[in-house]
């Protein structure tokens, strides 16, 4: 009976170990998904800055088009000493052009970003909360065989007397 207790004993205790190391590892695993979720947020801030960027090359864009074309008039106005003033003018036109379609498809590709960023930080919040409960219900575990095996303990001690 001693040597079944003792077998009882060192098995509970082997479990123990177990739990406890679940228990660092949900830890760990808690530490990592707030390293995550920090520098998901950084970049969706760094996304954001992005699109303050776009917006004002963007209007950047649009000030060389009200330019080009102004430009244009004039070059008209000139007749034929405006003609290689209006091939510039019209360069700037399709430049700024170009430069409004650059930054709109940039700023398309970040707010795709963002939202998949979202999605992400959603996940990573999810994650959290399972892991959270993950180590409580070890911790539970945990406590509940450590009295297991405080009572293993009592009986061997009491058939080690009789």
Known sequence: MNLQMEGLLSAISEIVQGIVSVTEQAQDMLEV???SHKAAT???VKANETK???????EVSNQTSLLGLNASIEAAHAGEYGRGFSIVATEV???ADHSKTASNSIEKTM????????????????MSSLTEAQAALTEEVNASVEEVSTMSEELLSILRTL
């Not at 303050?52 to 963007?58: A, L, N, V």
């Not at 707010?111 to 999810?126: A, G, V």
């Open 33 to 35: 998904q707030e390293q």
């Open 42 to 44: 950084e970049v969706k």
């Open 52 to 58: 303050e960027i776009t917006q004002f090359i963007s």
């Open 93 to 95: 036109r399709k430049l």
């Open 111 to 126: 707010q795709e970003m963002n939202e998949r960023i979202d999605h992400i930080l959603t996940k990573i919040n999810s």
